[in-house]
């Protein structure tokens, strides 16, 4: 996890990030030792703190992490508790929304014609 590279740029001690987020430092220092892991508010609330998107924090890619920051809260809600979900209801999900997605690129598509 790059919170400790964040924080850092930040000029922010364990203690006041934590202040920001509402935890204790303690869960900092557990997250950027990588023996405890934020749950996803957690992980959104640091995010948020540190002006970063969850998956650049949690390591992922900072091109597509770039492309993916998601503004919609209702919308991001539900991807949280998608995230929950077993890994087969979450293809089934995925596979809904690829179709949607792809519908509405044909339906553009028709109508710029």
Known sequence: MRLREL???K???QKELGEIVDIHHTHIWRYEKGTSRP???TLK???DALGATTDYLIGGNT???AQAKLEDQ???NHFQELEKLPEDDKSVVKKLLEAFITRRKLQTLLVAK
């Open 39 to 41: 749950s996803s508010g």
């Open 63 to 65: 091109e597509a992490v």
């Open 7 to 9: 924080r850092r740029g």
């Open 11 to 13: 000029n922010l001690s």
């Open 74 to 76: 209702e919308l991001l």
């Open 45 to 47: 609330r640091l995010a």
